[in-house]
């Protein structure tokens, strides 16, 4: 009799261990995988660890240094095409001056011929930028292969041709891209948050009263950073429609240089790759990318 | 000599097991903040009763950070004031406040019950107020709480309430929110600086009502053609008289940068025009993209199913599958005709506020109807 207690009470026992066991690991395996989608089960290693391992740092180490090749060749090319296009608009304004200085005073037959030949060299001038470079904005960082590869440029020429007061020039340079803990005191003390920092200067060619910028930090999983819902939103891009993490309305004068900086709270930080890019009336003027831990 | 200390394991697991599955239901929900935390809202509406259960972040007082992790509705149509209706009611309300306890483990201090003012207004006109006190008091008896409380709200602290739950407070003082609902229109803004003068803003003209003006001026013809000019009739007509005078009375043109509108169509057309920003509760427009709409889902209806919009998006982030899923929703509420009439609406409504040197911001809401309830959750929170 008592042994059958004892089995019984001994049987009682493991089922109930067995259905804690069962539930604690639903829970871990649901906890897991519920929102790191990027989360993968590790497969047991092999025995010839090092091997393995040392031919993956091998094979990165290689692809990393291939890439940072292509991205100083971009970086070369795109240099030099914003030297070429920084020399096409000088020439344009000294032609601009030059003009406005002889139709400023009264004007003789010689005169007028040679502002004739003038306006003709600018309006040449400015058809080779626009046809030839295929945008009429300058542009910092920009991989070459999406500015060839941009199948409406003509047909963004020509609606540079349609909206000359918006056919600003405009680049996004000393672009940077940060991340700062901060220690949050609301509610839970030992809460802490993430924002993700960002700065960068632009400029521009012509008087602006009001440009708008669409900002967009894309995370390492390629989803935007929104910095609220009542910030965000979508815009019409050359490329289609894109999530912008917030908007910011900027005025410059002629040739000036502004810097612009933001911050936009991310609770659910993970560490990688972050993407900055700066769009202007539909069209991308500068972007970055930076590794963020 | 075993059963002793055997015994002693058991209860030991016992307690084990009782903690684990306690822990694992509370964290079945997929949160979307951190360090927030989980509240149920139970009221008993026009139609029926609505259990939310919200995700109220640690700064939802100041960006409106909150979330709809699971929201229940069975239609009761308690308004209509008869037996049958009352214990269906009862019942349905007594159901869903054991299932926010049961079910998704929130304790009681946590649920919030409340009657909205679409029904305080219904009892009044009907003089069956005391059908709201009998309904409480049958709640608390069931339930067996005699000191829970169980707000009737009115209709200005429900527009109040809406305003604090769903415009943040960096918005408040400049923002003017509109309820589009299917019988009528309702919002207001806080003129005076502070959160307890609400200036009221009603219309009698709703999606269903516009609609229904519409049919009726039909005559013969029940064409989609004939409904369309009948309804360009109805809100060029009566709806505009009375939308110009409502809103020039109420000032809220110079006192709002922001025109924010809730509500059923308010939803169907942000997830239409920006299925890309489908897990956004705000979406941002402009006065054109809805007057290209409400163009377009006459002209060019099938351009809005759910296979035509998925279509043509090119980001491969997007999960297509849930998009075209909410589409489809929006479609099954709202057909070719009630769109009609409530972008129709939201136009009228938005021209009053389109200037041409001053460009207010418009916003849409789409879970504006749980906004009240979270803000009278987050008011007792913090009492």
């Known amino acids: 009799m008592r042994d059958r207690k004892i089995s019984i009470l001994l049987f009682v026992s493991f089922l109930l261990l067995?259905?804690?066991?069962?539930?604690?690991?639903?829970?871990?395996?649901?906890?897991?995988?519920?929102?790191?989608?990027?989360?993968?089960?590790?497969?047991?290693?092999?025995?010839?660890?090092?091997?393995?391992?040392?031919?993956?740092?091998?094979?990165?180490?290689?692809?990393?240094?291939?890439?940072?090749?292509?991205?100083?060749?971009?970086?070369?090319?795109?240099?030099?095409?914003?030297?070429?296009?920084?020399?096409?608009?000088?020439?344009?304004?000294?032609?601009?001056?030059?003009?406005?200085?002889?139709?400023?005073?009264?004007?003789?037959?010689?005169?007028?011929?040679e502002a004739n030949e003038k306006i003709n060299r600018l309006q040449k001038n400015i058809k080779d930028m626009r046809y030839r470079e295929g945008t009429a904005y300058p542009v910092s960082n920009v991989n070459l292969g999406d500015v060839k590869r941009e199948?409406?440029?003509?047909?963004?020429?020509?609606?540079?041709?349609?909206?000359?007061?918006?056919?600003?020039?405009?680049?996004?340079?000393?672009?940077?891209?940060?991340?700062?803990?901060?220690?949050?005191?609301?509610?839970?003390?030992?809460?802490?948050?993430?924002?993700?920092?960002?700065?960068?200067?632009?400029?521009?060619?012509?008087?602006?009263?009001?440009?708008?910028?669409?900002?967009?930090?894309?995370?390492?999983?390629?989803?935007?950073?929104?910095?609220?819902?009542?910030?965000?939103?979508?815009?019409?891009?050359?490329?289609?429609?894109?999530?912008?993490?917030?908007?910011?309305?900027?005025?410059?004068?002629?040739?000036?240089?502004?810097?612009?900086?933001?911050?936009?709270?991310?609770?659910?930080?993970?560490?990688?790759?972050?993407?900055?890019?700066?769009?202007?009336?539909?069209?991308?003027?500068?972007w970055i990318s930076r590794v963020l831990s | 000599m075993l059963i002793g200390p055997l015994k002693k394991i058991i209860f030991f697991l016992l307690i084990c097991f009782a903690g684990i599955l306690t822990a694992s239901a509370q964290n079945n929900f997929k949160l979307k903040y951190k360090n927030s935390a989980i509240y149920a809202g139970v009221e008993?509406?026009?139609?029926?009763?609505?259990?939310?259960?919200?995700?109220?972040?640690?700064?939802?007082?100041?960006?409106?950070?909150?979330?709809?992790?699971?929201?229940?509705?069975?239609?009761?149509?308690?308004?209509?004031?008869?037996?049958?209706?009352?214990?269906?009611?009862?019942?349905?309300?007594?159901?869903?406040?054991?299932?926010?306890?049961?079910?998704?483990?929130?304790?009681?201090?946590?649920?919030?019950?409340?009657?909205?003012?679409?029904?305080?207004?219904?009892?009044e006109k009907e003089k069956k107020n005391d059908w709201i006190k009998n309904l409480s008091d049958s709640f608390r008896i069931l339930i067996n709480e005699p000191s829970r409380k169980v707000a009737v709200i009115d209709v200005i602290e429900e527009a109040r309430l809406s305003h604090l739950g769903i415009v943040p407070e960096s918005k408040r003082y400049s923002t003017f929110l509109i309820d589009i609902g299917s019988g009528n229109t309702k919002g207001g803004y806080f003129p005076n600086g502070n959160i307890n003068d609400l200036r009221l803003f009603q219309l009698t003209w709703g999606t269903k009502s516009a609609s229904n003006e519409a049919v009726k001026r039909m005559e013969d013809d029940k064409s989609l053609a004939s409904f369309s000019k009948q309804l360009s009739r109805v809100l060029a007509g009566p709806a505009e008289t009375e939308i110009v005078y409502t809103?020039?009375?109420?000032?809220?043109?110079?006192?709002?940068?922001?025109?924010?509108?809730?509500?059923?169509?308010?939803?169907?057309?942000?997830?239409?025009?920006?299925?890309?920003?489908?897990?956004?509760?705000?979406?941002?427009?402009?006065?054109?993209?809805?007057?290209?709409?409400?163009?377009?889902?006459?002209?060019?209806?099938?351009?809005?199913?759910?296979?035509?919009?998925?279509?043509?998006?090119?980001?491969?982030?997007?999960?297509?599958?849930?998009?075209?899923?909410?589409?489809?929703?929006?479609?099954?509420?709202f057909d070719q005709r009630a769109l009609m009439s409530g972008a129709g609406l939201l136009l009228k409504i938005m021209r009053q506020f389109e200037g041409i040197t001053e460009q207010k911001q418009f916003f849409l809401v789409k879970n504006g109807q749980v906004g009240w309830i979270s803000a009278y959750v987050a008011d007792n929170i913090s009492k």
Not at chain 2, 304 to 322: G, Q, R
């Open chain 1, 18 to 113: 067995l259905s804690s066991f069962l539930i604690l690991c639903t829970w871990l395996y649901n906890y897991y995988y519920s929102d790191k989608k990027t989360v993968k089960n590790i497969p047991a290693q092999p025995l010839h660890i090092n091997d393995s391992r040392d031919s993956i740092l091998q094979t990165n180490s290689t692809s990393i240094k291939s890439l940072e090749k292509q991205l100083g060749n971009t970086s070369t090319r795109t240099d030099s095409i914003e030297a070429k296009l920084n020399s096409n608009l000088d020439e344009y304004y000294r032609l601009k001056l030059e003009l406005q200085d002889i139709l400023k005073k009264p004007v003789t037959a010689e005169e007028l011929k």
């Open chain 1, 151 to 286: 199948p409406s440029i003509n047909k963004a020429a020509g609606n540079i041709e349609e909206n000359k007061k918006e056919a600003v020039l405009f680049s996004a340079v000393e672009m940077n891209l940060s991340s700062l803990q901060t220690i949050d005191t609301d509610i839970d003390a030992t809460g802490s948050e993430r924002k993700i920092l960002g700065s960068f200067v632009i400029r521009n060619s012509l008087e602006v009263k009001n440009a708008e910028l669409m900002i967009i930090v894309i995370q390492p999983d390629g989803r935007v950073l929104q910095k609220s819902t009542w910030e965000s939103g979508s815009f019409q891009s050359k490329q289609g429609k894109k999530i912008y993490s917030l908007k910011m309305n900027i005025s410059n004068t002629n040739n000036e240089s502004k810097k612009v900086s933001f911050e936009i709270p991310n609770e659910k930080f993970t560490k990688g790759s972050y993407i900055l890019q700066v769009y202007n009336n539909g069209s991308m003027i500068g």
């Open chain 2, 44 to 123: 008993v509406g026009s139609k029926g009763v609505k259990m939310s259960v919200l995700e109220i972040g640690k700064n939802a007082r100041t960006n409106g950070s909150f979330n709809i992790l699971q929201e229940i509705t069975v239609n009761t149509d308690f308004i209509s004031f008869t037996q049958p209706t009352f214990h269906a009611t009862l019942t349905e309300f007594n159901k869903l406040y054991h299932t926010a306890i049961n079910d998704y483990k929130i304790p009681s201090e946590r649920i919030y019950t409340a009657i909205s003012s679409g029904v305080k207004i219904q009892a």
């Open chain 2, 247 to 333: 809103v020039n009375v109420s000032g809220a043109y110079n006192m709002s940068d922001n025109i924010v509108v809730s509500g059923g169509i308010a939803w169907a057309v942000a997830t239409l025009l920006y299925p890309e920003l489908i897990e956004n509760a705000v979406v941002p427009v402009t006065f054109s993209e809805i007057k290209s709409f409400t163009e377009g889902i006459v002209s060019n209806y099938p351009g809005y199913s759910d296979s035509a919009i998925v279509k043509d998006l090119t980001d491969p982030i997007l999960d297509k599958e849930i998009i075209a899923r909410e589409i489809k929703r929006v479609h099954q509420v």
